[in-house]
């Protein structure tokens, strides 16, 4: 039997990626079953499964792949960058991760496994802040807590999108981010 080259696995499982978001999106967490995953990604269980350990660890992974093309926006582009990216973000797909959220905080097993996941992805934090300070960030607060209000301005963005509230003038909020956390009161983060 030929063996499958690391490059098709690889392949494989972003069409499994891609074709699990929409169907979280479309169904939610709990309406995306096991059989509706089939139909989206046109693969059976076990080829699905072959990649994934269930459907939790399917859902962090997609949800994963999603918060580093976000973070990546992020620091290649700038905060200003971001905020579009979210007011133009599939308000279904925003939907079933506060969702998720939500059984991080009630379910055991999922909250161990995004544990987990963010253990693994810790590692890359320390690149990750000495690009935020290559954006002109303030040096007198904690980049952890500059990092974190960042967060905050962007996730209260998702909800107020995934809502249906008014979206605020990008280039105001997008102002008052700079005043408050650039060293000269003005920047690029």
């Given amino acids: ?8 696995k690889e392949r494989r499982r972003q069409e499994i990626l891609d074709a699990a978001r929409r169907c979280f999106a479309r169904h939610g967490y709990e309406g995306a079953t ?3 995953l089939e ?3 046109g693969l059976s269980r076990g080829a699905i499964f072959n990649y994934f350990e269930n459907k939790e660890a399917l859902f962090l992974a997609v949800a994963s792949t999603y918060a580093e093309r976000m973070t990546a926006i992020w620091l290649e582009q700038g905060f200003r960058a971001l905020l579009e990216e979210i007011v133009h973000a599939d308000t279904d797909w925003l939907a079933v991760q506060i969702e998720a959220v939500g059984r991080i905080r009630t379910e055991p097993e999922f909250r161990r496994q995004a544990e987990e996941l ?4 810790a590692e890359s ?4 802040a000495a690009r935020l300070r290559e954006h002109g960030l303030r040096e007198d607060v904690p980049l952890d807590a500059l990092a974190i209000f960042l967060a905050v301005v962007a996730n209260g963005l998702a909800l107020r999108v995934t809502v249906g509230d008014p979206v605020p003038d990008l280039d105001v909020l997008h102002e008052l981010v700079l005043t408050g956390v650039s060293r000269e009161g003005r920047g690029n983060p």
């Fill in 1 to 8: 039997m030929p063996k499958v080259s690391e490059e098709h």
């Fill in 34 to 36: 096991v059989a509706r």
């Fill in 39 to 41: 139909e989206e990604t």
């Fill in 118 to 121: 963010d253990r693994r992805h």
């Fill in 125 to 128: 934090r320390p690149d990750r």
